[in-house]
Structure formats: C-alpha cells, structure tokens
C-alpha cells in the first residue's frame, strides 16, 4: 500500500486476518523526491491468536427420560479480537456417556443427546470450544435438568365376565407419555375390590397378578392397577370393572346304609361341589325330602357337605325317593339331586317266661312274650303272637307295647313245652322262640 508523506511521516492500518504467520515482517519503502533520496526499513508484528468465550444451552429444558435435547454451544471472539471461529467444540453430558465433538458453524456447534435416567440430574452439561489457528480455546459449563416421564398404566381382566371361584387374570401395561420414552421397571398394586391386594412386578412393561373371586356380592368389582413409579417414571394408575357371576353346582347324594331296616337312623350326606371353570366350596344350605310323607330337613352345608338323619317307620312305600336340594348361596347356584332308599322290615327278637315257674298242678300260671326289634332296627313290634303249651290248645293274642301274656289256671303235672311264634307285621319280620314250664 503507498501513502503520502507528512511531515516525516506515513501511517496506515492493516489487519491480519490470521496468526498462522507471524512474526510477520513489515518493510516501509520510501520513494524518494527531487530533494531526497529514496530508502527503506523493516519491523516485525507477531500476532497472537484472539480470545474466545463459549455459553452452552440446552433445549427442552427440563426434559424427561428417553426425550431428544438440544445442546448448543456459542462461541465468540474477544475485543479487540474480530473475526468468526471455527474449529470444532467437545460436549459432555455428565451422564457417563461418551463426549462428542462436533464442528463450529457461524460460531455455533449443536448436537442432539437423549438423558436415559432422572437418577443424576440435574447433569453437569461441559462445552469445550478447542479453539483454532487465529482464536483461543475456552470452555462453558451449565446444568440440565431431567424429570420424571410421565406413565400412562392400563389394566384388564380375563376371563370377565367370570364364575365365582374361577382364577382371574389382571395384566397391567405401563408405557412412558411422549416425549418420554423407555421402558417403566418397578412395580404395580393390585386391588380386586373385594379385599384381595397384591403386588407384582414390572417386566418389559407389563405385569400380573391372579385372583379368585369366594363371592359375587359386590359384583361388578373395580379392579384397579397402581403402578409405583421409580426416579426416571412417574406414579399412574388405572381401573378396570370385573363381573362375577354365580357357579354352578353337582349335588350328590348317598346313604350310610342301603337298604335299611325300619327305625333304623339313616345318615344322607349331600355333596355339593362348584362346576368348572368356576371353582370354590359352596355355603348355604341343602333340605333333604325322605319321600316318607315326613318334614323335609334343611342342614347347613360345611366344607361341601350337609348331612341329614333319617329313620323309616315303614316298608310300604319301599323303595323310597330321597331328594337333595341345595339351595345356592350368593355365588352358587341351586342343584338338586335324587336316589331311593330301600328300606326293609327289622329283625326282631322273642322272649318268653312263665310264672311262677316251677308251679304246682293246681296254681295258675301265666305266660309272657316280649318282642323287641333286633339292631339295628328300632320301634315298638305290633301284630299277634301264638302261644302253644304241650297239652293244651295254642292261642293267638295281640301285641300291647310289645308285650303278650296267656294265664293258665290249671296244667297236668309235666315239664311243659312252651312254644311262642311272633306273627310280624310291616315294619317287623316273623320271629319265634320256646320255653318250659315245670308243674309239680
């Protein structure tokens, strides 16, 4: 560049856009005139590389797990420093992850990082501008901070509708509400509404617990699914309704002893039991009907079972047509089930006794027969029994409370013969039995 000379002197201004070259020689030649010769002279100019300052933000802030932020670093050049950086800058996350270095544009070096956890926030967040020929690194550092996402938990239930007793499945999935993202740990509370709670843990977002409803009452239940959260998601829940409705039910019935004899006490034992897929013990109640024209009997059911005792006082509308009803109860449905009862005429036993006895020929003697059921037949027998003495003539007398008796005023000196045959009657069989009576 050439100048005009002023009073000695020429001055003019020059800018190094770079440091790469310095110390840079400077030569200032003077021309000459008609009075002067020309000359020239030489001086260097180190140039030194300018001064930067670097700020970093990021952006959404603050951001949730699984959510994409931008980071960005501005870097500037210090007066009386001018110009534009370049080069590249260095970003650290403070999450343990890998640096990255990107490159300078305009000043400016954006890159895109994605916190995975709230467990460290808020994050240390470095951004080192490592400078370039003409300007001077330097650094920034600023925090960010990352929250919980926010969860959206849904819960169903199957089978539902549902029987009582049957196992009910309830799944819950728990999924992050964008932007965040990833997969929730931790774990969920069940509620089945009917006071059933239990807890179960979360795995690949999902868990589930089973339950079997005892009861209906209370139907339709409100399920509902609480899951906990943890550092990087947020507490959410859910409801779900579960309809329960009655299980049916077998009934069978069976008998202690078949056939039976008359007075003897029958034992019927009704079993009640759920049908699948419902499962369960039904409670309530079973009337027993023992088809004798008898009451019917209504028994408690426990543990499954009701039981009745029943004894026959005929043989006449053998066999018998005995019912078990069950009678359901909130979750169970009624059933009904049938058999017949054989029932036969008892055994019985007689006895017979003179008195007195040993007698003389001329005191009178009176006979006695008792008939008794033989066990386990019971009651009071009924009929006629035939009393023969040897030398006299039999006579048949009725049964008074199972008892008989034939008075003799007279016998012929002898050991007599007594002879008793019991003539049966409905409920009783036949039976027989002899004696002696000795007259002196």
């Known amino acids: 560049m050439t100048v005009p000379v002023a009073s000695g002197t020429a001055t003019t201004v020059h800018t190094w856009t770079s440091a790469a070259g310095s110390p840079y020689t400077v030569t200032a030649t003077y021309n000459g005139e008609a009075a002067f010769t020309g000359s020239s002279g030489t001086a260097t100019a180190t140039i030194s590389r300018a001064a930067t300052t670097t700020t970093a933000a990021s952006s959404p802030k603050p951001s949730v797990p699984g959510q994409p932020v931008t980071v960005t670093a501005t870097v500037g050049v210090v007066a009386p420093g001018a110009g534009t950086p370049t080069g590249t800058v260095t970003f650290a996350f403070g999450d343990g992850s890998p640096s990255v270095t990107v490159p300078v544009a305009s000043g400016t070096a954006t890159t895109v990082h994605t916190w995975t956890s709230a467990a460290g926030s808020p994050y240390t967040v470095t951004a080192a501008y490592n400078g370039d020929s003409n300007t001077k690194p330097s650094s920034a550092s600023g925090t960010h901070t990352v929250t919980a996402a926010v969860t959206k938990t849904a819960v169903a239930t199957s089978p539902n509708p549902s029987r009582t007793g049957q196992t009910v499945t309830a799944t819950a999935t728990v999924a992050a509400v964008p932007p965040g993202a990833g997969t929730p740990t931790g774990t969920v509370v069940f509620d089945f509404g009917d006071g059933a709670v239990l807890t179960a843990s979360l795995s690949g977002g999902t868990a589930s617990a089973t339950h079997a409803y005892a009861s209906r009452a209370g139907s339709p239940f409100v399920v509902s699914a609480a899951y906990s959260g943890n550092p990087d998601f947020a507490a959410s829940s859910a409801t779900t309704a579960q309809t329960v409705g009655q299980t049916a039910t077998t009934v069978a019935v069976s008998a202690d002893a078949n056939p039976s004899v008359t007075g003897q006490p029958v034992t019927f034992t009704a079993t009640v039991a759920a ?16 088809g004798d024209g008898t009451p019917a009997v209504t028994a408690p059911v426990f543990s499954g079972t009701a039981a009745a005792t029943h004894a026959y006082v005929s043989v006449s509308g053998s066999p018998y047509g005995v019912t078990a009803a069950y009678n359901g109860d909130t979750g169970y449905t009624p059933s009904t089930a049938a058999r017949t009862q054989t029932v036969l005429p008892a055994a019985t036993s007689t006895a017979v006794s003179a008195s007195p006895n040993p007698a003389t020929h001329t005191q009178p003697v009176t006979v006695t027969v008792t008939v008794a059921p033989v066990l ?18 039999a006579q048949t007398v009725p049964l008074v409370s199972g008892t008989a008796s034939v008075g003799y005023t007279r016998l012929s000196k002898a050991v007599h013969t007594i002879g008793v045959t019991y003539s049966g009657d409905t409920r009783f069989s036949p039976s027989s039995v002899t004696g002696t009576e000795t007259v002196t």
Not at 376 to 393: C, H, I, L, N, Y
């Open 275 to 290: 049908v699948a897929p419902g499962a369960g013990t039904p409670t309530g109640t079973v009337t027993f009907s023992f």
């Open 376 to 393: 386990p037949g019971a009651g009071t027998p009924t009929g006629t029994v035939t009393v023969a003495v040897s030398g006299e003539k």
